[in-house]
């Protein structure tokens, strides 16, 4: 079994700039549900929307390409994809010669595919749409707007309150204060969330302080948004709730998860934030 701690994370790593699909580590995904109790079936589905800025080749005649990438992997696939491997793997394209855009696409897609035990879908942007890409922040209520004490910096779900004597509410709120730290290196992982629901109404101090919670742990983007679903539906039981996270990139990549247990929801348009 792949573990955090084997991934090239926080290691010197060599450059490839030939492809080299084996650079790719995933890592499976049950380890940290089991830590939530998640066994069966899922309480959510959702995607994980990674998108690449970095991304470059060669055509036949040597002359580099450009490209800015999304892949949108599921959440139930068996793994998550270590985000310094995925890196190396976008690296190792650099000075490969390919007959055109669509040659890449499916070996992205074949690889990442294998890596995550499940099918990803892969979109290229090409230099002539660049200007086509567009950028919006999350909509909501801000959170960040109340004045609050706070001395915790680690995860309390308990910390979580609502109210279940008044008629249920259908609301969204967004706070820009997340904070997080990757689970092998420590290093800080920056974030926006959205969190909408229909429920009893979610005590709003509670759910900033329990936000900022995060500010010192040390966990994968993705694992702390299905952490912070895990909580919100077990201690507030909204019977509607999706959660999700626009995290600023590292590498150039960002990570954007997104958790749902609305079978009508709408996939997130995947807006690139002012932070990112």
Not at 52 to 61: C, V
Request: aromatic share 10%.
């Amino acid at each position: 079994m792949n573990l955090p701690e084997h991934s090239p994370l926080g290691k010197t790593s060599a450059y490839r700039t030939d492809y080299a699909p084996e650079l790719l580590f995933p890592i499976p995904r049950q380890g940290k549900r089991d830590e939530l109790g998640l066994k069966g079936t899922l309480p959510f589905f959702g995607v994980d929307i990674w998108n690449g800025y970095e991304l470059s080749w060669l055509n036949m005649r040597g002359k580099p390409q450009v490209a800015v990438a999304r892949f949108t992997i599921p959440a139930d696939s068996p793994n998550l994809i270590e985000s310094k491997s995925f890196k190396l793997y976008l690296n190792s394209f650099n000075q490969t010669r390919l007959a055109g855009p669509d040659a890449l696409k499916m070996l992205l897609q074949q690889d990442l595919s294998a890596a995550a035990g499940a099918n990803v879908h892969v979109t290229l942007t090409m230099q002539e749409d660049f200007a086509k890409l567009e950028m919006g922040e999350l909509e909501g209520q801000l959170l960040d707007r109340l004045d609050i004490d706070v001395d915790n910096y680690s995860p309390q779900p308990e910390t979580l309150k609502a109210n279940f004597d008044e008629l249920p509410v259908e609301e969204t709120l967004v706070s820009h204060l997340l904070k997080s730290n990757c689970l092998v290196t420590g290093q800080p992982d920056w974030g926006s969330v959205q969190i909408s629901y229909y429920g009893p109404q979610i005590d709003q101090e509670s759910l900033l302080k329990y936000l900022i919670g995060f500010r010192e742990h040390n966990e994968f983007h993705e694992q702390c948004v299905e952490r912070i679903f895990t909580d919100i539906l077990r201690q507030c039981k909204p019977q509607h709730l999706t959660v999700y996270a626009r995290y600023t990139r590292r590498g150039g990549l960002d990570i954007n998860p997104w958790r749902t247990n609305f079978s009508s929801a709408q996939r997130p348009s995947n807006l690139r934030n002012a932070r990112q």
